[in-house]
């Protein structure tokens, strides 16, 4: 005997879009940026899209990490987890990869130094940050935040799979695909 399982046709679709709601909801948080040591590109108040990890990180890449412990820096943290309000967040740029000169030494493998775009708390301080501490990648711009909106919070897409409709210029630059440019 044979049996052979019939979905309607509206379920199969539907299935699709919550699978894809599951992955973005894994893959992507949106941020909003508290404090001034990215300025001038990202401002207090402005949101951002992170991919979760540190799969594809290149150097000028804007990343989310833990926040260094003040006695101790990143030394015997243990990595990062999916719990977004498991520790306090910094958001600064990743200026050299391992092997890469900082502070005069090369960066140890499987760390980055991470750098904010004004003064602030950063690797200059604190020294090299070990890849485990990375939260995610900045993919794109979202704009200000709403007075109330969350400064972590994982993202359930509109749409599943589309992203807004902001790519990156160039560091420090954001536009709408044949729009103006917003400063960062």
Do not use: N
């Amino acid at each position: 005997m044979r049996w052979s399982l019939v979905l309607p046709a509206a379920l199969v679709p539907t299935g699709a879009a919550a699978l894809a709601a599951w992955r973005a909801r894994r893959r992507y948080v949106a941020v909003t940026v508290r404090g001034g040591s990215m300025l001038p590109t990202l401002s207090d108040g402005d949101r951002v899209l992170i991919r979760r990890g540190a799969r594809g990180l290149r150097r000028d890449d804007i990343v989310v990490v833990a926040c260094p412990d003040p006695y101790t820096s990143w030394r015997d943290r243990p990595p990062v987890s999916g719990d977004l309000t498991a520790t306090e967040w910094f958001i600064k740029r990743a200026v050299a990869l391992a092997g890469e000169p900082f502070g005069g030494g090369p960066v140890p493998a499987g760390h980055l130094a991470v750098v904010g775009d004004s003064v602030g708390d950063d690797s200059r301080r604190r020294g090299p940050c070990p890849v485990d501490q990375v939260l995610g990648v900045v993919v794109r711009s979202l704009g200000r935040a709403a007075p109330g909106d969350p400064v972590l919070e994982d993202v359930p897409p509109a749409s599943p799979g589309r992203l807004p409709a902001l790519v990156r210029v160039r560091p420090g630059r954001w536009a709408r695909p044949g729009g103006r440019r917003r400063a960062g």
